[in-house]
């Protein structure tokens, strides 16, 4: 016998897997837009007309192997999306999403364990990696009629603000609401007959949980944003005087106890998420009650930075929320002595804060905003002169549009959070 002898990997069953150059090739090329492969066989796949999405087994055993080629050097222009069927794919959930959109591209893969699943071997494949899945849906909760109240408001993927949903938890105003875990809110802290540092999850479908008794020091006034990708923090906001400390929480939801402030302490201010896992706390008014515009960056580990000069007009009670994917936005707040706003201030992938943007829509102080449908921002409610409902959207440009009849009750000192991966 003749020729090179080359290594077989040995799968679950006993069955020896085929090598790639021993696979069972498809003689057919993939031309549609979705295909489910079998393992131990290779595919061509063209994606001249349309992008394909490819489903892999359902029931993979440890060693299966497959692979695909860009037929038409055209995964540049239509990207192959793997759809790994319940498995993990270079140890990522299948929420996550694996596009591959390199021109001539092709991809080995082989699957390694309930741990890692399936893992990419070929050199252009490696580099690779699955992107985080987008939180779709959100929710306004909590705030003050006259009285505090903690009705909450779904807001879907596309932006529509639902009705009242009957409040669970403490009935509270000027709490700090953020996502957590990816999918997932948490309101916590505010003022109900006094400061309090209770909690209340929100899970995936927008179900907002009874109190968790609070850790940390009761306060209201404060910012929240999340970072690291699934985390998120609590920072500054007054306990009877103004403070900077923070309380982060882990990807479970679980509050942590304090730790010592770093920058001014100010009450009055609010956060964004910004770069995709860090983030940035802004504006508020200090403890000699004047106005700021200051700045603290969050690094993706949780760690506050000290006081960036102000950008943009000093005020408090503004209102902050990521959008864009990797960007944040502060809008709406009160400059005192001039009064409610509408102007807006955008921030960079890199955490730089911009000038002043004219305001759209209603001037007004204590409204809530969040992200939602994966790149798109929402505004909400507040305080005019009196008690509003009103929102406006935010696209993936950072654009506010004009205000949208309210539904709901309207209140102001509300806040709001992300949840859900599924529109």
């Avoid at 497959?66 to 319940?86: C, E, K, M, Q």
């Avoid at 490696?126 to 987008?134: F, W």
């Avoid at 009650?289 to 930075?305: D, F, K, Q, R, Y």
């Amino acid at each position: 016998m003749s020729g090179t002898i080359v290594n077989n990997v040995a799968r679950a069953s006993g069955t020896i897997a085929a090598t790639p150059g021993g696979l069972d090739w498809s003689t057919a090329v993939v031309t549609g837009s979705t295909v489910t492969v079998e393992a131990g066989r290779g595919y061509f796949i063209n994606t001249t007309s349309n992008a394909c999405t490819v489903t892999l087994p359902a029931s993979p055993e440890v060693g299966d192997q497959i692979v695909l080629a860009d037929y038409a050097r055209t995964w540049a222009t239509n990207a192959v999306t793997l759809d790994s069927n319940g498995n993990n794919f270079q140890g990522n959930d299948d929420s996550y999403t694996v596009d591959y959109s390199t021109v001539g591209q092709s991809l080995n893969i082989v699957y390694a364990d309930s741990t890692k699943g399936w893992l990419p071997v070929s050199d252009d494949a490696v580099a690779d990696v699955g992107v985080a899945p987008v939180t779709q849906r959100a929710l306004f909760a909590f705030g003050y009629t006259g009285s505090n109240t903690s009705v909450s408001n779904l807001v879907n993927s596309s932006g529509v603000v639902a009705s009242d949903t009957t409040g669970v938890g403490t009935a509270r105003r000027s709490a700090a609401a953020s996502s957590y875990g990816g999918d997932k809110a948490i309101f916590a802290y505010g003022y109900a007959s006094g400061y309090v540092s209770v909690s209340n999850l929100v899970n995936n479908s927008g179900v907002v949980a009874a109190d968790v008794s609070g850790v940390g020091s009761a306060r209201s006034g404060l910012g929240s944003s999340s970072y690291g990708g699934d985390k998120a923090i609590f920072g500054f906001g007054s306990t009877g005087s103004y403070v900077s400390l923070t309380n982060l929480v882990n990807n479970s939801g679980v509050v942590g106890a304090d730790v010592t402030g770093v920058g001014t302490a100010r009450f009055g201010i609010t956060a964004t998420e910004y770069g995709g896992d860090k983030g940035i706390f802004g504006f508020g008014f200090t403890a000699a009650e004047n106005l700021t515009g200051v700045t603290n960056l969050i690094s993706n580990s949780g760690v506050v930075a000290s006081d960036v000069s102000a950008v943009g007009t000093a005020r408090r009670y503004a209102a902050a929320a990521s959008y864009g994917g990797d960007k944040g936005i502060f809008a709406y707040g009160n400059t005192s002595g001039g009064g409610n706003v509408s102007m807006s201030n955008l921030v960079s992938n890199s955490g730089v804060v911009a000038s002043d943007v004219s305001g759209v829509g209603t001037a007004r102080e204590h409204p809530g905003a969040t992200n939602y449908g994966g790149d798109k921002a929402i505004f909400g409610f507040g305080n005019s002169g009196s008690v509003t409902g009103v929102t406006n959207l935010v696209n993936n440009s950072g654009v506010i549009a004009a205000d949208v009849s309210a539904v709901g009750t309207a209140r102001d000192q509300v806040k709001a959070a992300g949840y859900s991966y599924s529109a």
